[in-house]
C-alpha cells in the first residue's frame, strides 16, 4: 500500500502536520517495498484558494492508497474520495508513528471531512 502523510518536514522523524492543503511535503511510504518519497507541496502553502482540491490531485497522480493528515476539509475529502483514496485523520507524532499506526490497521478512515471549508 502506498501512503501519503502530511508532513512538516522532509523524513519519517518530521512531525505529521495537521495541514493538508497548505502542508509544505508529503511523505510517500510503500509498505511493500518501505521505499520512502518525498512530495513538495510549496505550490498550494500560500495559494489564495483550492489548495486542499491541488493537494488532493498531486496525491492521487502518486498512485496512493491512503492519506494521513491532522485535519481534512469538504472539497479536499471529495477530491480524495473520488479518486479512491482512504483519510485517516491523525496529527499526534511523527510520520513514522503515523506509517506504524496504518500498518497495525488500528485506525478508522474517516466517511467525511472533519472541517469546514474555508470559503463557506
Known amino acids: 500500500m ?3 502523510v502530511s508532513a512538516q518536514g522532509k523524513d519519517l522523524q518530521s512531525l505529521v ?3 493538508f492543503g497548505r502542508t509544505a511535503y508529503f511523505i510517500i511510504y510503500d509498505t511493500d ?5 518525498v512530495i513538495s507541496n ?3 502553502v500560500e495559494a489564495a484558494q483550492g489548495a486542499g482540491v491541488q493537494a488532493a490531485q498531486l496525491v492521487a497522480r502518486q498512485k496512493i492508497q491512503l492519506v494521513v493528515s491532522g485535519n481534512m476539509g469538504p472539497k479536499a475529502f471529495q477530491a480524495l474520495q473520488a479518486a479512491g483514496i482512504k483519510i485517516v485523520t491523525w496529527d499526534k507524532g511523527t510520520v513514522r508513528e503515523a506509517v506504524d499506526l496504518i500498518q497495525s490497521g488500528q485506525y478508522q478512515a474517516l466517511d467525511e471531512a472533519n472541517v469546514r471549508g474555508h470559503w463557506r
Open 33 to 37: 517495498t518501505e521505499a520512502v518519497e
Open 2 to 4: 502506498r501512503i501519503a
Open 17 to 19: 502536520d495537521p495541514r
Open 42 to 44: 510549496s505550490e498550494n
